[in-house]
């Protein structure tokens, strides 16, 4: 940027932003944006670094009456000025059924409304199975991030049957809740040069299946242009549990159980946007819950779907063919697991147990569903992982079989075949966060290694009391790595005695999968999790079924 551009530029800024002292002494900060002001809040981190927040911004019409199930709406313009002094409705939660179906906002933090050179930005989609989550400030306070002098944007999207309903057709073809997540993708891009913001050097980040979600839209040519590159912890598309396989069914139970009892996908439709909300989110916990129950390794009753093909589709081709292939946005990428991520997970663990008599009769279950489609290829494969995790104990007896089970088949397989994919044809970091925190990142696990979400504890504020030098350090050291991402698209762009002077060099096959492990150092590794993951890649050599073994 010249020395005319930056003048020319912060003169745009002062003109946009306005700020005013409050009776409380704190300060409302106005910003101006093509489609109305925003009035947000300037506070200060714990570091003293001054920022402005600005919750709560709706980018999308209410997603109500005849625009439920629908693709979102953009908002118009408004008179007056839009308060974004605090949070607003959570959406639809697919366990509770808290929240409200009006729910489409996102937030923005910025360090600075008037920066002479606009700053990076990192946009970031909660997890939660796609079930639940928010875009509060109690769950994702991202002051750390801030005293790292980038942008933080979250945003909110449509849940459970309200964001994935499918019926496999054009009528409900699914995946509502990532158009919710790309509309406010370009709602950044459009806007958020009014707050500090540099609309080209955008990351889009998530953890669990908020990082499913950055992998499904980094494979939609609808997304192309909106970021340059991606942060994905502990979840990829190519997991087994990030895909809904039985949407469909779910979907049509849901109607049958609020009085709908045609096969018809347009009837379905047009019954489900009349039935009641409260209704409606108790027949889906009824279906998802019948049908998930099915088979507990079979994926989710309601997520990410494949669309039909057309123009419009968000997503529909094959996840590992678009990978081995490069057909996907080809931007950088910062990917990664927990070193023990299903200790977290009673609920697969608790499935395991109430069917072990079932997985010890059948073992076919056993062996990942997307491997083959030959029932007697797989139940033979599932011989061979029966054999593998619980040797001659019966499936769930122990627990730790398990989990270790799931982590492996569930996580780290699926997240590691990702980057053996995608690092073909673009810059790959991989990562596996092993540290066992003092006083955050602990969780209540009984187990050793570190559990799925773990490391959102470092990221964002969450403690309300003192932590160790030890969680304290470690946290530096996460926040400067993912801010020097969303600003280089390099964790470690140069010798740092905060990294101790580590080099993190790119992951690959030909150099053994190197990782950072980060744990109490820093420290370069080779082939995550070797033993295992050997064994699965013979597992799917001899009875995967090509382009089969993906979702």
Known sequence: ???????????????????????????????????????????????????????????????????????????????????????????????????????????????????????????????????????????????FLLDENIIFVEIQYRLGIFGFISTDDEVLPGNVGHRDQLLALKWVHENIQYFGGDKDKVTLGGQSSGAVSVSVLTQSPLAKGLFRSVIMQSA??????????????????TGLLTGNITQDSRKLKEHLKTVDVKNLQKAFQTSFGLVTAEDPLAGSGIGTVLEPQSENALFSNNSYDSLKAGNFNQVPMLVGVNSNEASYYDGPVVFLMAFSSRYDVDHKSLAPIDMTDDDQKRLEAGNEVKNEYWGLLPVGLQDNHSITYISDSQFVRPIREFVRQTSKHVPVYFYEFSYEGDDIGKGDSKYAGVMHGAELQFLFKKETGSISDRDRLTRRRLTRMWANFVKDSNPIPQKDPLLQNVTWPTSTVSNNFTYLDIGDDLVLANNISEKEMTFWDNLYAEYGKGSYDTY
Not at 48 to 75: H, K
Not at 238 to 250: E, F, G
């Open 1 to 143: 940027m010249t020395v005319r551009h930056r003048v020319i530029f912060l003169a745009f800024l002062s003109f946009h932003v306005i700020v005013t002292d409050c009776a409380n002494n704190s300060q409302d900060v106005t910003v101006t944006i093509p489609k109305g002001k925003i009035r947000g809040l300037q506070d200060h981190t714990q570091s003293d670094t001054t920022y402005y927040a600005f919750r709560g911004i709706r980018y999308a019409q209410p997603p109500v009456g005849d625009l439920r199930f629908e693709n979102p709406v953009p908002i118009g313009a408004w008179n007056g000025t839009y308060d974004a002094r605090e949070d607003r409705a959570q959406c639809i939660q697919g366990v509770s059924g808290d929240g409200s179906e009006d729910c489409l906002f996102l937030s923005v933090y910025t360090p600075s409304l008037n920066s002479s050179t606009p700053l990076p930005v990192l946009v970031w989609i909660h997890g939660g199975f796609l079930l639940t989550g928010n875009a509060s400030f109690a769950q994702q306070d991202p002051e």
């Open 236 to 253: 990829t598309s190519l997991c087994l549990w990030s895909r809904a396989l039985r949407a469909n069914d779910t979907s049509f139970k």
